[in-house]
């Protein structure tokens, strides 16, 4: 089993949509649990830490449940400026600090 | 905000060539560096981690042989693909942290064998 797991998509959706995206991980030792944002062809960018009371930041919220061992990123008003590849990281419990990436669900925002 | 600078960006290669990736962490000192590869529409995948001063820890199915990981200052990492063959063409990228700080990302490498 994959470490962290998501669905690859592709989400196709309009404008202004509500999107949702999933995440599973198998280390039930992990602590560390973030969204990252990959545009093409560039590096990965942290959007977001992952807290187990679930957090927003404008119109992102994450979402934490600890025991289904599931991470979950709403994104509300969808802007073309969304698109990209969001990437489900976890921290790994061992091993130092490594953090391991899911495999990235493709979001397309068009007008 | 903390800087992670990876050089070079873009590098083609003739098959055979041993190529190497610079890390460095330009504000402060980076305790542990790690190095990840992705392949087209791939999830970033950790090859191996590294503590300054230390031989790295590789993953499950990284050959070490293959992947030369120095990482003799706080501030600078290398990875040398050796003899690279066209399979290596990958986008590589480093990251870097400072104890318990969050890791910091470069820009990463994209690597393309001929």
């Known amino acids: 089993r994959k470490e962290v797991e998501q669905d690859p998509g592709p989400f196709n959706v309009p404008e202004g949509a509500t999107v949702a995206f999933n995440c599973t991980y198998s280390?039930?030792?992990?602590?560390?649990f973030f969204w990252y944002r990959q545009d093409c062809r560039k590096e990965p960018k942290l959007l977001m830490s992952v807290y187990s009371s679930g957090n927003e930041d404008g119109r992102f919220t994450a979402q934490l449940n600890r025991a289904s061992q599931y991470i979950s990123l709403l994104i509300r008003d969808s802007k073309l400026s969304d698109s990209a590849t969001y990437l489900c990281?976890?921290?790994?419990?061992?091993?130092?600090?490594?953090?391991?990436f899911g495999k990235g669900t493709t979001l397309s925002v068009s007008s | 905000g903390a800087v992670v600078s990876q050089h070079p960006s873009w590098v083609i290669c003739k098959s055979g060539t041993s190529v190497k990736i610079e890390c460095r962490s330009l504000d402060f000192q980076a305790t542990t560096m790690f190095w990840y590869r992705q392949f087209p529409k791939q999830s970033l995948m950790l090859m191996a981690t590294?503590?300054?001063?230390?031989?790295?820890?590789?993953e499950q199915g990284v050959e070490k042989d293959k992947f030369l990981i120095n990482h003799a200052s706080l501030t600078l990492s290398t990875l040398t693909v050796t003899s690279a063959h066209p399979e290596d063409s990958s986008f590589y990228i480093c990251?870097?942290?400072?104890?318990?700080?969050?890791?910091?990302f470069g820009d990463g490498t994209r690597l393309s064998i001929l």
């Open positions: 990281v976890v921290n790994r419990a061992q091993a130092g600090t490594a953090l391991i």
């Open positions: 280390n039930s030792a992990s602590q560390s």
């Open positions: 590294s503590n300054e001063g230390s031989k790295a820890t590789y």
């Open positions: 990251s870097a942290r400072s104890g318990a700080q969050p890791q910091h």
